[in-house]
């Protein structure tokens, strides 16, 4: 509710969510919330083509999808119409574990950190916002920062929306 209240008080055009698994929060319910409005949503999507990365492509709930190489589905869409991480105002991401320093705990592929490096290489590019969503009991006391992490700027659980 906290973050639906959020995007309604700011002018977001494009934001990534994420199809939810193994207990995930699901951030599905932003796509039905009334008061999130002119919003498009993207999923993420694995390129074929390795040194391409992390691409994402505009989701609706009548989205045609189909599995990736780890059967997670994703938008079949064109070439073309894909987004890369700063062409997006806000990213929500699924995770493992986080830490009151903004530091995530992904699932280990590395695919957002990578997605994300414009945030390292540009100074003062904030662009995209990325908001981490979790359960409460997911918090960890530290978790180790590698040069290569690119932390959270907000986390969202069943408490409320927490800014780093």
């Known amino acids: 509710k906290a973050l639906a ?3 309604s008080l700011k002018s977001y055009s494009k934001i990534a969510l994420y199809l939810p698994s193994d207990g995930e ?32 492509g505009v989701y609706h709930p009548n989205s045609i999808l189909a599995p990736n190489k780890f059967s997670i589905n994703e938008p079949v869409v064109h070439n073309k119409t ?34 994300l490096q414009i945030r390292k290489t540009r100074e003062g590019w904030r662009k995209p916002l990325l908001i ?18 690119i932390p959270l700027d907000a986390i969202a659980t069943e408490s409320g929306l927490v800014w780093f």
């Open 132 to 149: 981490g969503l979790a359960h409460d009991v997911q918090q960890s006391q530290l978790i180790e920062n590698n040069a290569w992490d």
């Open 82 to 115: 894909l987004k890369s991480a700063e062409q997006l105002d806000v990213i929500l991401l699924p995770l493992v574990a986080f830490d009151a320093q903004g530091n995530r705990m992904g699932m280990g592929g590395g695919y957002y950190d990578r997605a």
């Open 5 to 7: 209240k959020f995007f």
């Open 25 to 56: 929060i699901s951030p599905l319910p932003l796509l039905h919330n009334k008061i999130v409005k002119n919003i498009n949503f993207y999923l993420p999507i694995l390129s074929k083509l390795a040194f391409q990365g992390l691409k994402f």
